[in-house]
T-cell receptor
Framework: AQSVTQPDIHITVSEGASLELRCNYS??????LFWYVQSPGQGLQLLLK??????LVQGIKGFEAEFKRSQSSFNLRKPSVHWSDAAEYFC???????????FGTGTSLTVIP | DAGVTQSPTHLIKTRGQQVTLRCSPK?????VSWYQQALGQGPQFIFQ???????QRGNFPDRFSGHQFPNYSSELNVNALLLGDSALYLC?????????????FGPGTRLTVT
């Protein structure tokens, strides 16, 4: 069965520090992988996605993620975190048949000044 | 260009009642998916509509039903409401029944069941 695991429920980083949010997936075929961000009381905004090709993908707001097939991982990174990055981050996997989509349980990011 | 819109924003219902939530997809999108996001959890896939048909369904009981109209807008209906149905209901739209294109999410409808 398809699933997404985000091992870190909550992460706290200092402003200006680097960030890595972990995501592991379980999917039988080639997955479509996504990272979304959700600010309090808001809907979900797509940060980046991976379908194929270069395993390092660049997204909005200075985020990037690397697809590692051997590790079934798609970790999100940012070199220098800003206070405005504090939010909930969700990793998701979509089937390449296009009609199934699974989210992880999310990682809550706190940024301290 | 309007994004995905949902109505109402908030809703309070009593156990046993029925509720209808509405979603209008982003312009040019023809595929609508619904998700339930309980407090502190990730969104859970309910079902997807494409070409006015339910194409795929997540692990939700038949109390959850939907509909897609010719203009691609969609409704989510929940019958016999339970306290556990309290959640943020998100609608997302994309193109062609596939996630090859970006899936855009609406702001959600917050449903509280008392």
């Amino acid at each position: 069965a398809q699933s997404v695991t985000q091992p870190d429920i909550h992460i706290t980083v200092s402003e200006g520090a680097s960030l890595e949010l972990r995501c592991n997936y379980s999917y039988g075929a080639t997955p479509y992988l996504f990272w979304y961000v959700q600010s309090p009381g808001q809907g979900l905004q797509l940060l980046l996605k991976y379908f194929s090709g270069d395993t390092l993908v660049q997204g909005i707001k200075g985020f990037e993620a690397e697809f590692k097939r051997s590790q079934s991982s798609f970790n999100l990174r940012k070199p220098s975190v800003h206070w405005s990055d504090a939010a909930e981050y969700f990793c998701a996997v979509g089937s390449n048949t296009g009609n199934q989509f699974y989210f992880g349980t999310g990682t809550s990011l706190t940024v301290i000044p | 260009d309007a994004g995905v819109t949902q109505s109402p924003t908030h809703l309070i219902k009593t156990r046993g009642q029925q509720v209808t939530l509405r979603c209008s997809p982003k312009s040019g999108h023809d595929t609508v998916s619904w998700y339930q996001q309980a407090l502190g959890q990730g969104p859970q896939f309910i079902f997807q509509y494409y070409e006015e048909e339910e194409r795929q369904r997540g692990n939700f009981p038949d109390r959850f039903s939907g509909h897609q109209f010719p203009n691609y807008s969609s409704e989510l209906n929940v019958n016999a409401l339970l306290l556990g149905d309290s959640a943020l209901y998100l609608c997302a739209s994309t193109v062609g029944g596939t996630y090859s294109y970006e899936q855009y999410f609406g702001p959600g409808t917050r449903l509280t069941v008392t």
